[in-house]
């Protein structure tokens, strides 16, 4: 029989445990809180009647019901004040001898029956819960930040938790209207732990000066769908909780990619902890405050005064959906395109397969039939070389092998005329390998468009040592003109997306292969605690295991990190022929 939890303490009143409360009395729950001191006291009543008071305004609460809530909670500096609860949970912050130290208190307060929940999101849940003569009925119940709003909840049972206890805090979970997933005891979960290191890599980019702050967030926002980017989710996690997870992490896994970036360490020894100090990686109008103001950072909106080309005729090679995606983007906005294939026949099909997309455009009403017909006169096939020798620019969009993509730019660099600049669409080749194919590396970029071309806004511009400026500045006006949102980086395998993306994909494989948490809970933490568009594995058999596996090869190579090795899971289902949704089986199978 599951037990009746009606009274629940809450140990700590700062800003996850306001919400906490707030999540517990709006379910009904009698809450009792307790902190420090009085000032706590008051900081924490403030952040409930400001979270309240928001949610009138929202019409998502009655005054009446706002009143209830508040009526539900009592407050207390006093621990004793707790006896009488059925489920008290401690968010006092991630410090393990503190959080031992009032779970050792509470023991000698609750009744037998009654569990304790530590909401730390890193700690060792065993090593806290030892200093109790009930380890059994000690757990892990970790919310996501804003708790009001998140449903994941991870529910962490130790070696030695009861299993009636867990049954009993998962159905508790639901009754608060969460989403809980129940995991084993390791540092970082399952959110955290492949969260963190996605973070960690994205500061470690930053302090390499690979790409600015808002390149870096930019890149994860339109290119991955992601609602904030990493540095600013920093900024509002906070970077001393940042670094304190990682450390953690660290400490149990002895993995590089787990230890603090140097620059985390050193932004908070200057004061410099995020949103909740007004200064982060971005500067914010005021402590807590989430709007961001110009710093000494935050680039010129005045062009760097480079020179830019005349583009109008814009040539691109290969017949696959990027190659007729990027045609069509371009047509749509009133240049002239040559589209080369192999063969008439293909070039043609090419044609015809933007002539789909644009079809469906008009059938959606997105596009009037005249314009349909303007773009596709705009757009002319080719099968020679030759015919792309009057193109100011030209994108080569074939198969992402780079003896292909070289023999490409070596028949380009006969062909076009001087000046043209040379562009590949590689999302992880070296751009610097193709440039050495031609006598004009200084004419060669990378741009970056992201599937489908015609929908996602970013383009990942990369330059290489020896691109000329003019070719960067001439990349970025295209990019704007195409109503995309351009990123700068430089020529290193993965860019920004892919070198921020695939560590972490890998990272979740590695967690399914030891057994950790299954698929779906993987999955679910992600989507539901971390608000991604997609789980991991979803992604994984989107993007093709096959392709994913080749990305994940090329980061180690270049990288030598061991921790960017492939996961051997991933390599077996390649070997085994299962790529994903393109196959009808991948980590999940498809009908």
Not at 92 to 120: H, Q, W
Not at 141 to 148: A, I, K, S, Y
Not at 519 to 538: E, H, Q, R, W
């Amino acid at each position: 029989m599951a037990r009746e939890i009606n009274t629940v303490g809450v140990v700590g009143f700062g800003t996850m445990g306001a919400g906490i409360v707030e999540v517990l009395a709006r379910t009904g729950l009698t809450v009792k809180v307790v902190e420090v001191d009085a000032a706590g006291v008051e900081r924490g009543l403030g952040h409930l009647e400001h979270s309240t008071a928001r949610a009138v305004k929202r019409e998502k609460l009655t005054e009446d019901e706002k009143a209830a809530i508040h009526g539900r909670v009592t407050t207390s500096l006093d621990l004793k004040s707790l006896d009488g609860c059925d489920l008290v949970i401690e968010a006092v912050p991630e410090n393990v001898e503190l959080k031992a130290s009032i779970l050792k208190e509470l023991d000698g307060i609750l009744a037998p029956e009654a569990i304790i929940a530590s909401n730390t999101s890193s700690l060792s849940i065993t090593e806290i819960g030892v200093h109790t003569r009930r380890p059994g009925k000690v757990v892990g119940m970790h919310f996501f930040n804003p708790t009001q709003v998140l449903k994941l909840v991870e529910v962490v049972r130790t070696v030695v938790t009861e299993p009636d206890v867990i049954t009993d805090v998962v159905a508790f979970a639901e009754r608060l209207g969460k989403s809980p997933v129940v995991i084993g005891d390791r540092a970082g979960f399952i959110a955290n732990a492949l969260l963190f290191p996605y973070l960690n890599h994205a500061v470690k980019m930053l302090e390499s000066k690979y790409a600015t702050r808002e390149d870096l967030d930019a890149a994860m926002r339109y290119g991955c769908g992601y609602p904030m980017g990493p540095l600013a989710l920093l900024d509002l996690i906070g970077l001393d909780t940042a670094y304190e997870i990682l450390d953690t992490m660290y400490h149990q896994s002895r993995n590089r990619l787990h230890s603090p970036a140097p620059l985390l360490k050193q932004m908070i020894t200057a004061g410099l902890l995020g949103r909740k100090s007004g200064r982060g990686f971005y500067t914010y109008d005021g402590p807590d405050s989430p709007v961001v103001v110009k710093d000494a950072q935050t680039p010129s909106e005045v062009d760097g005064g480079a020179q830019t080309r005349e583009v109008q005729r814009v040539g691109v090679i290969g017949t696959g959906t990027m190659a007729t995606g990027i045609a069509e983007v371009f047509a749509k906005r009133g240049y002239d395109v040559v589209l080369r294939a192999r063969s008439l026949e293909k070039a043609e099909a090419a044609v015809g397969a933007v002539r789909k997309s644009l079809d469906r455009a008009v059938s959606k009403g997105k596009l009037a039939e005249a314009d349909r017909d303007a773009v596709l006169q705009r757009i002319t096939p080719a099968v020679e070389f030759v015919e792309l020798a009057d193109c100011d620019l030209v994108v080569e969009a074939v198969a992402e092998e780079i003896g292909i993509k070289k023999e490409v730019f070596a028949a380009l660099d006969e062909v076009c005329k001087p000046g043209a600049v040379l562009a590949t669409t590689t999302s992880s080749l070296p751009v610097i390998e193709v440039a050495a194919a031609t006598s004009r590396p200084q004419d060669v970029v990378g741009l970056h468009f992201f599937n489908p071309a015609q929908v996602m806004k970013l383009v990942e511009i990369v330059e290489t040592i020896s691109t000329g400026a003019d070719v960067v500045a001439t990349a970025r006006k295209i990019c704007l003109d195409l109503g995309k949102h351009p990123v700068h980086c430089g020529d290193v395998a993965g860019f920004i997306v892919n070198a921020l993306l695939f560590p972490y994909l890998n990272d979740a494989v590695k967690m399914l292969e030891a057994h950790y948490a299954e698929a779906d809970d993987i999955d679910n933490a992600m989507k539901v605690g971390c608000g991604l568009p997609m789980g991991p594995f979803a992604l994984l058999d989107v993007v093709g295991l096959d392709v994913s596996l080749a990305i994940q090869r090329t980061l180690y190579n270049e990288f030598r990190e061991p921790g960017f090795a492939p996961a051997p899971l991933l390599e077996h289902l390649v070997t085994a022929g299962r790529l994903g949704r393109k196959t009808g089986k991948g980590f999940r199978d498809y009908s």
